[in-house]
């Protein structure tokens, strides 16, 4: 075994790392024999990009030590603080040289095994490789949201997943120089990347409970990576609701007309205030959210216009 990296990998992984400290020996267990198997086995080259995304425990740690132990084949980038998940596979997509990508998490709810089962289809020329959870290992509130947001996804933008949420994902080097041009500022990588594809496919992975730790999104996290998802790739949130608008304002009007022409007919009524109360709230209801999504949209462009850096580097630990 050289201790120098390997110079020109045909696999890349990259592994987001966020406050994994108990999982990470167990993922490396697990991992580099995988991968040592694969690569035997497909005569190729691989190398592993992990992106510690500001973790507050000691992964950072574990992590260079790994650096240490298989300089050969592993890379570590430090961030010095938290960009979020999908900000640190941009940068690992940065880093990596191979001519496929593979993304995993690190908490093993995506077995490393698996990732055998993606090369095989991105040697076989396929640009994107989706996956399905077989059998997912998540909560019921957990499966029953991303079932809904599938749905919703599938309805409003062109493209397809099955699976949206597993981030154990291929893709060719094609696809990842344009999602790394893209530039964009808060984005869902697998979305982003299937509009580029040509050539997809979708296979099946199993799915295991997180080894160890938490969940690292809470719930309000969850709903903001949904707002991604849907107003990155669509705005026709924003189209309905002009419709609505229009709709209501409409049926409102007509309401009124009705109201005013019974005065005269049957003499002013006090009976239907409270209809109008409602009316009313639901009215506001509506002007609430629309301004909600508008916010949505806007603080979008604001973050846009602005171009900072979408993530800062600390360092790069490699053996070159
Ligand atoms: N992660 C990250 N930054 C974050 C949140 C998560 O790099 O801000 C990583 C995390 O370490 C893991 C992967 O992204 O490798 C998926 O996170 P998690 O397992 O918490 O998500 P879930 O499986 O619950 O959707
Ligand atoms: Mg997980």
């Not at 990259?14 to 991992?31: C, H, K, S, T």
């Not at 040592?36 to 973790?55: C, H, M, P, Q, W």
């Not at 574990?62 to 940068?91: C, W, Y």
């Not at 997509?93 to 991105?122: M, R, S, V």
Request: glycine share 6%; charged share 20%.
């Amino acid at each position: 075994m050289t201790a120098n990296l390997v110079a020109n990998p045909t696999l890349s992984i990259v592994i987001p790392v966020y406050n994994e400290e108990d999982g990470l020996q167990a993922l490396f267990d697990r991992l580099y024999p995988a991968l040592d198997t694969l690569a035997a086995k497909r005569k190729i080259n691989y190398e592993i990009i992990f992106v510690n995304d500001g973790s507050k425990d000691r992964s950072a740690g574990i992590l260079s030590k790994q650096v240490e132990l298989r300089p050969d084949v592993t890379r570590a980038v430090l961030f010095h603080s938290n960009f979020g998940q999908h900000m640190a596979i941009m940068a690992g997509f940065e880093y990596a040289k191979g001519e496929y990508i593979i993304t995993l998490d690190a908490d093993l709810q995506n077995p490393p095994e698996e990732i055998d089962a993606l090369t095989e289809q991105l040697l076989k020329g396929h640009d994107y490789v989706g996956t399905i959870r077989a059998d997912r290992q998540d909560s019921f509130f957990r499966k029953f949201a991303s079932r809904a947001m599938n749905r919703l996804r599938e309805n409003i933008t062109r493209i397809t997943m099955t699976d949206q949420g597993c981030m154990l994902r291929g893709y060719s080097r094609r696809i990842v120089d344009l999602v790394r041009q893209c530039d964009e500022s808060n984005t869902f990588i697998p979305a982003l990347a299937y509009t580029f594809s040509a050539n997809p496919v979708e296979i099946f992975v199993k799915h295991e409970e997180r080894f160890a730790g938490e969940s690292k999104y809470t719930l309000y996290q969850l709903i903001r990576l949904n707002f991604d998802l849907v107003t990155g790739f669509s705005i026709m949130p924003l189209q309905i609701f002009s419709i609505l608008g229009m709709l209501l304002s409409l049926a409102a009007g007509s309401l009124f007309a009705y109201l005013l022409v019974r005065r005269f007919v049957l003499g002013a009524e006090v009976e239907g205030v409270f209809t109008l109360f409602a009316l009313t709230f639901f009215l506001i209801g509506v002007m609430l959210f629309g301004l909600g999504l508008l916010g949505e949209y806007i603080g979008r462009i604001y973050q846009q216009i602005r171009k900072r850096p979408r993530y800062v580097v600390q360092t790069v630990l490699e053996k070159k």
